[in-house]
Every structure is written in C-alpha cells, then in structure tokens.
C-alpha cells in the first residue's frame, strides 16, 4: 500500500502566541511493502507526521495519497481509512480494558463491523502472529501479562483489523533485551508473511539497523535524511549534533579503522563486520 505526502504541513495553534511549526515541506514516497524508520530527537515532528497517516490530524496544507486517495480532501471517510492503517501508539498496553485477551483483541474488527463468524478466527490468527497463543492467554486478563506480552496484545489488537499500512510509535519502548528481540523478530515475520508496509517510530538505531529498508530522519519539522540506513549512518557526527546516535557496531568500525583498520563504514551488520575484520587480518 503506497503512501505519497507533498508538501506537508502543520502549524499548531496557528495565530495565537503559542503557535508552532510541527511539519513544514513534508515530501515522503513509501512504497508498498517497505519497512520505514522513522527517527529523530524529541519535538522534531515524527509524532505529529505519524499522526497524519491516519486522519488524527488534518495537515495546515500539503496533501497525503494512500493508495491513491487523497485523504486530506473534505469529508474523506476516515472510518475506511483506519481499517487499512493500523495506528499502535507508545505504550499501547496502557489502553488495554476489557476483561480478557480475547475481548481486547476482538473489540477492534468487532467495531468496524467485521461479522462476529470471523473475529474468533482474527483473534486467533492475530495473536499467533505476535507469538501469543489464544489457547494459553486467551481468558486471561489482560494485567495478568508480563509487559511484553501486553505490547504484543496491543499490537495484536490492531492487527485483527486486518490493515494494509501498520503504523508503530517506539514499539520496543520499556521491553526487556528478551521481550525487545521477541517483538522485532515477530514484526519482521509478519512483513515477510504479508507483505505489510510497516512504519515505525524509534530512538533506536540498532532497531532501524536491524529491521528497515529506508531510515528517514527529522530535525525540527523537516526531513534531513530519507535512504537506507547504512547511509545514513555515515553522517554519524551530524546525527550526534542533532540529538541522535548510530548502532554500536557502527561506533566499533569507526574505533577500529582509528586503529589501523580499513573497513567500509557502511557495513552495520554483526557478520558483515566480521567477515570485514577476518579479511583484514589474513591479509597482513
């Protein structure tokens, strides 16, 4: 599912004395099937994009295609919108309210009007793709989970909609390194199995390393970067002057060609860079 955004913007309280400039010349193309990072420091404005993708907010001007509908127009039906754009927000398992697993995950396809014959098995399927088993969980209260567990439910719940586009604000944001790795493995899978455009929210670089096909970065309410994301962090001192950082192991192949080595900075996996290294060392 493509989404196309030209010339977006969004002025918060436009004319008064707190009036502030949350987008401006907001250009983006995603195509269908991408996983997008979406990065950048506190106040830069990725929030308030996100928010956009989904009718939470009409932008001051600008427009923004999906699918080819332009859902900026005047009485665009939102309500079909959101069933094809999924929106799970920081913390999601905060909103969690029903009594069981299985309510919470059913009350999303539920309100859209998908016929109740179909729910138990969006529930089920929903569920599964997360990691989570409907027999084990399913009558359980939802406090009852881990937190991990509560985010997969969260998210669970919105994919029982079905959507084309899953939107995901800081989805490891809390998590454990074990729930943390879980999730993201869990999200890739997903992508693979479906083919599912998937934009995601983050401060983590190892994250975007780990799973996005583009790395688009803000910085006060413009997009500074938009590529893949071994390019991007190649602009590791500008990053660091903006509030950001780069992986680890982008650190460790700057330390070691400081020491002699020669390896390409775009190298951000764990193999590659091993392989770089061990190419190196048979070399002298």
Do not use: W
């Not at 269908?32 to 001007?61: R, V």
């Amino acid at each position: 599912m493509s989404i196309k955004i030209k010339d977006l913007r969004h002025v918060y309280d436009p004319g008064t004395p707190y009036e502030l400039m949350a987008l401006e010349d907001i250009n983006l193309n995603i195509n269908d099937g991408e996983i997008i990072g979406l990065i950048g420091h506190t106040g830069s404005g990725k929030s308030t994009l996100m928010q956009h993708l989904n009718g939470l907010l009409k932008p001051s001007s600008g427009s923004i295609e999906i699918e080819g509908i332009t859902i900026t127009k005047e009485k665009q039906n939102l309500r079909d919108l959101r069933k094809k754009v999924g929106l799970v927000f920081q913390y999601p398992e905060y909103q969690l309210f029903e009594e069981t697993v299985k309510k919470d995950v059913a009350f999303g396809p539920g309100n859209i009007g998908i016929p109740a014959s179909e729910i138990d098995e969006l529930v089920s399927e929903s569920l599964k793709s997360v990691g989570l088993d409907v027999e084990e969980i399913g009558e359980k209260a939802p406090f009852e989970l881990s937190g991990g567990q509560k985010r997969k439910v969260a998210i669970a719940g919105v994919l029982a909609m079905k959507p084309k586009v899953l939107i995901l604000d800081e989805p490891t944001a809390g998590l454990d390194p074990k729930s943390r790795d879980e999730l993201l493995c869990h999200i890739h899978e997903l992508h693979q199995k479906e083919n599912m455009t998937i934009i995601f929210v983050t401060h983590s670089m190892e994250d975007v390393a780990r799973l996005a096909d583009r790395l688009v970065v803000m910085h006060k309410s413009k997009i500074v970067y938009d590529d893949v994301p071994r390019q991007v962090f190649k602009h590791s001192e500008h990053l660091q002057s903006i509030g950001l950082d780069v992986p680890e192991l982008t650190k460790l192949v700057y330390k070691l060609n400081e020491k002699g080595f020669s390896i390409d900075d775009s190298l951000i996996t764990f193999e590659e860079i091993k392989n770089a290294i061990l190419q190196q060392l048979r070399e002298k």
